[in-house]
């Protein structure tokens, strides 16, 4: 059964300073990874969609990596501002078998950035 | 990618009354997916909707308490049925793009009284 854990739960940091948030997951055989951004009682925001045959994929001061052997993304925020801070969520979409296209989510990183 | 209306955005219910939950899809998808978020916690899959059959239910969820339509390829509605204190939840719904990531509505914000 896949789990994807996400670490650290939260995070609080400065205006300007550079950032990594780190998921995992059990299982490697994914059909890609999908980091969301989710605000206060709303929807997900897409931010970056990585698939298995990819190492990485950059949006502006986001760049996400992929290191499907070792069950490993990171997300990358550069430059943080008070604006960015969310809920960010990880999620694995598995190899599609006998049509489950089942999304699996971490319980996600909650970050601050302090003006 | 696609674009999902969600509405409503927020309500506040009575209990033992039924809210029904609708989202419109700027384009055809295939399956259409209901999630549910509760305070503090990530997503749990409720059903995912398929054109002209059945929804799935995960373990947990009933169609009698979450009733699911799925008339055509761009529309679908989840109802929360017979609602309780702790129904209170963030209900998105969510579809797949065509490069295979997936697409969430703005949610539905609900608070049962």
């Known amino acids: 059964k896949q789990e994807v854990t996400q670490i650290p739960a939260a995070l609080s940091v400065p205006e300007g300073e550079n950032l990594v948030l780190n998921c995992s997951f059990t299982?490697?055989?994914?059909?890609?990874l999908q980091w969301f951004r989710q605000d206060p009682g709303k929807g997900l925001t897409s931010l970056l969609l990585?698939?298995?045959?990819?190492r990485e994929q950059t949006s502006g001061r986001l760049n996400a990596s992929l290191d499907k052997s070792s069950g490993r993304s990171t997300l990358y925020i550069a430059a943080s501002q008070p604006g960015d801070s969310a809920t960010y969520l990880c999620?694995?979409?598995?190899?599609?078998?006998?049509?489950?296209?089942?999304?699996?989510f971490g319980k996600g990183t909650k970050l601050t950035v302090n003006p | 990618s696609a674009v999902i209306s969600q509405k409503p955005s927020r309500d506040i219910c009575q209990r033992g009354t039924s809210l029904t939950i609708q989202c419109q899809v700027d384009?055809?998808?295939?399956?259409m997916f209901w999630y549910r978020q509760q305070p503090g916690q990530s997503l749990t899959l409720i059903a995912t909707?398929?054109?002209?059959?059945?929804?799935?239910?995960e373990s947990g969820f009933v169609i009698d308490k979450f009733p699911i339509s799925r008339p055509n390829l761009t529309f679908s509605t989840l109802t929360v049925s017979n609602m309780s204190p702790e129904d209170s939840s963030i209900y998105l719904c969510?579809?797949?793009?065509?490069?295979?990531?997936?697409?969430f509505g703005s949610g539905t914000r609900l608070t049962v009284v």
């Open positions: 999620a694995v979409s598995p190899v599609l078998q006998g049509g489950s296209e089942k999304l699996v």
């Open positions: 384009s055809q998808v295939t399956m």
């Open positions: 969510s579809a797949r793009t065509g490069l295979g990531g997936y697409t």
């Open positions: 990585i698939q298995s045959s990819q």
């Open positions: 909707a398929n054109q002209g059959s059945e929804a799935t239910y």
């Open positions: 299982d490697s055989a994914i059909y890609n």
